[in-house]
Structure formats: C-alpha cells, structure tokens
Antibody
Framework: QLQFQESGPGQVKPSETLSLTCSVS??????????WGWIRQPPGKGLEWIGG???????YYNPSLRSRVTISIGTSKKQFSLRLSSVTAADTAVYYC????????????WGKGTTVTVSS | QSALTQPRSVSGSPGQSVTISCTGT?????????VSWYQQFPGKVPKLMIH???KRPSGVPDRFSGSKSGNTASLTISGLQAEDEADYYC???????????FGTGTKVTVL
C-alpha cells in the first residue's frame, strides 16, 4: 500500500528557506499515470495547492508561489522534496505531500502532514 | 485564480440530505469535468470522496454523490449520518497554468 511521510524542520525563521522531504513507501514514484505534489493548509484555513513534479523531474507550480518554490525528485527515486524560500508568517501551515492524478487532477493518497511554523 | 466559493456551513438532521455547492467560473468548474471533493475531520488528513465530478473511489459510501451544472459543482450527502460531520472542500482543474483551485470549505453539522 502506497504511503507518504513528510519530514523536515518544524520551525523556520522568517526570510529563510523551508525544506521538506516526502518519503514514499509501499510503491514507486516511477509512474506515467501519476505525479507527486504538495498541498498546504494554514491554521484554521483552507487547502492550497503548491505544486507537483513528474518522475521525469519536470515540475509545475502555483503561480502565486512560483517565484519562491522548487519541487524535485530525490536521487534515491523514493523521495521528493519541497523548498520554499523567503518565508514569512503567512507560510505557517500543515504541509501535505501525496499522489496526484496526471489526467484527472485529484490527490488520492495523502501523507500525514507536517506542521511548519515560521517564527523567529 | 480565485478560490472556488462554498457556503461556510450547512446542516441537517440524521437521515436527511444536504447539498454543498461549489461555484467557480467558466475558466475552471465550467470548463472541465475535473471536480473533486475532500472530507476532512478536525486535525486529520483530507480524504478524497469524489473525483471527475461524480466518481467515487473504492470504499466511499454511495450516499456521497457529485454533480455539476454550468459553473457550479455540488456534493450531496444522502441519508446523513453523525459520522459525516466534517469539513468538505471542492477542487477544480483550471487549466495548465493553475491546475488546482480549491474551494473555501464547508462545515457540515449533523443536528
């Protein structure tokens, strides 16, 4: 059964870079049917799509975050990562990774989520 | 790309039906049949309930159904149960530049 687990620092200072890793178990991320993405949820607020990456390494991003975000496949091919630069308090959120359908545009498998707080 | 509009809350008694609307534009909900719905309990991970407007993933009860008319998609919960009390979010494909646009979220309360 495919599972995802997010990992990374729980606290990041303003203006620094947030870095998270999503580890995949029970399956492979080498797929032509799915891509691998990140979604976040600020405290008490709704969901926001951040971006996704295909196994080829090609990535695509939310236009509102594009200038600050990088999503990439790890060298082990069992991980993918998120980097968000120049963070502010508005980037405080629960960050989820998961599997996105290439052709039908939904996330059907989610990680447990990790909370990142931006604070000095 | 603005968030899709959902009612802040809906409520119903056990056994009743409730419908949650998700209003977008001709560029997202109105343009594509790629609307999905997610259920989220407080502090928990969202769960996919509906995709492609009206398709249920395996394991989702058939009392959950989806539909779309024009720029508005809807999620209907028939035979409401206490365990359905949660937040629900819609999401629509909005083109290659902004593939995913989420709704504002709706809290469903079972009276």
């Amino acid at each position: 059964q495919l599972q995802f687990q997010e990992s990374g620092p729980g606290q990041v200072k303003p203006s620094e870079t947030l870095s998270l890793t999503c580890s995949v178990s029970g399956g492979s991320i080498s797929s032509s049917t799915y891509n691998w993405g990140w979604i976040r949820q600020p405290p008490g607020k709704g969901l926001e799509w951040i971006g996704g990456v295909y196994y080829s390494g090609a990535a695509y991003y939310n236009p509102s975050l594009r200038s600050r975000v990088t999503i990439s496949i790890g060298t082990s091919k069992k991980q993918f990562s998120l980097r968000l630069s120049s963070v502010t308090a508005a980037d405080t959120a629960v960050y989820y990774c998961g599997r996105l359908s290439n052709y039908n545009y939904y996330m059907d498998v989610w990680g447990k989520g990790t909370t990142v707080t931006v604070s000095s | 790309q603005s968030a899709l509009t959902q009612p802040r809350s809906v409520s119903g008694s056990p056994g009743q039906s409730v419908t949650i609307s998700c209003t977008g534009t001709i560029s997202d909900v109105g343009a594509y049949n790629y609307v999905s719905w997610y259920q989220q309990f407080p502090g928990k991970v969202p769960k996919l309930m509906i995709h492609d407007v009206n398709k249920r993933p395996s394991g989702v009860p058939d009392r959950f159904s989806g539909s779309k008319s024009g720029n508005t998609a809807s999620l209907t919960i028939s035979g409401l149960q206490a365990e359905d009390e949660a937040d629900y979010y819609c999401c629509s494909y909005a083109g290659s530049y902004t593939p995913y646009v989420f709704g504002t979220g709706t809290k469903v309360t079972v009276l």
